[in-house]
């Protein structure tokens, strides 16, 4: 199965403290997505890449949130000096170049950050 | 503001029963619309979809409906089985396809 896969799973880190995670998409993708999920919420958009250029930003993205896309395949998202309101889940997804009538994204399991 | 709303925070149903699923949206410009379904500890994976210029999409035991002027969406499952316990998100697209908007979930619960 080659679904997307995301790194790590699960981040415990202190406040203050800067945090890396990685994302594989579909190898065929050639979008690839970042979403965050707090409790009882639903996911919200964070950011996208077309290939490496990143095109899109939500303002939910705040100056210490930064992602890269380097060669258009594996993607990082990094939060630097993290605070107790960044623990969430962070979801990446990625799809094909959407086409009328086809909009989906596959999404992976996500990293869960907690930040004490 | 919520954009796509789903008003149910969770549902009940009973094995073979029909569950029923609602989710409203408010932006005119969303013509793309996609059911997910999420279980503990994994990402939420793709169900279904609906472009605007249909009304119904069927899928095996699922079926979506969208009421373009009612600005409003709805997911069945018949029969409901127990494995289909999961919290179920909507979404909503505009033909950019940029972005997803979620709604906040409804947690489905059926019992065997």
């Given at each position: 199965?080659?679904?997307?896969?995301q790194d790590?799973?699960h981040?415990?880190?202190?406040?203050?403290?800067?945090?890396?995670f990685?994302?594989?998409?579909?190898?065929?993708?050639?979008r690839?997505?970042?979403?965050?999920?707090?409790?009882?919420?639903?996911?919200?958009?964070?950011?996208?890449?077309?290939?490496e250029?990143?095109?899109?930003?939500?303002r939910?993205?705040?100056?210490?949130?930064?992602a890269?896309?380097p060669?258009?395949?594996f993607?990082?998202?990094?939060?630097?000096?993290?605070?107790?309101?960044?623990?969430?889940?962070?979801?990446?997804?990625?799809?094909?170049?959407?086409?009328?009538?086809?909009?989906?994204?596959?999404?992976?399991?996500?990293?869960r950050?907690?930040?004490? | 503001?919520?954009?796509?709303?789903?008003n149910?925070?969770?549902?009940?149903?009973?094995?073979?029963?029909?569950?029923?699923?609602?989710?409203?949206?408010t932006?005119?410009?969303?013509d793309?619309?996609?059911?997910?379904?999420?279980?503990?500890?994994e990402?939420p994976?793709?169900l279904?979809?609906?472009?605007?210029?249909?009304?119904?999409?069927?899928?095996?035991?699922?079926?979506?409906?969208?009421?373009k002027?009612?600005?409003h969406?709805?997911?069945?499952?018949?029969?409901?089985?127990?494995?289909?316990?999961?919290?179920?998100f909507?979404?909503?697209?505009?033909?950019?396809?940029?972005?997803?908007t979620?709604?906040?979930?409804?947690?489905?619960?059926v019992k065997?």
């Open positions: 199965d080659t679904g997307v896969s790590p799973r981040k415990i880190t202190k406040r203050g403290q800067n945090v890396t990685r994302c594989d998409p579909i190898s065929e993708h050639n690839l997505y970042w979403y965050r999920q707090t409790l009882g919420q639903g996911p919200e958009f964070l950011t996208y890449f077309q290939n250029a990143q095109l899109e930003k939500s939910l993205l705040s100056d210490r949130f930064s890269e896309r060669k258009g395949s993607s990082t998202l990094e939060i630097q000096r993290t605070e107790q309101g960044d623990s969430a889940m962070y979801l990446c997804a990625s799809s094909l170049t959407p086409r009328e009538l086809s909009y989906e994204q596959y999404f992976g399991p996500g990293t950050l907690t930040v004490t | 503001d919520q954009q796509v709303k789903q149910s925070p969770s549902l009940s149903v009973q094995e073979g029963r029909i569950s029923i699923l609602n989710c409203d949206y932006n005119s410009m969303f793309y619309f996609l059911w997910y379904k999420k279980y503990p500890a990402g994976t793709f279904i979809s609906i472009s605007s210029i249909k009304d119904k999409n069927e899928d095996g035991r699922f079926t979506v409906f969208l009421n002027s009612a600005k969406l709805s997911l069945h499952i018949v029969p409901s089985q127990p494995g289909d316990s999961a919290v179920y909507c979404a909503a697209s505009d033909n950019a396809g940029n972005m997803l979620f709604g906040g979930g409804t947690r489905l619960m065997p």
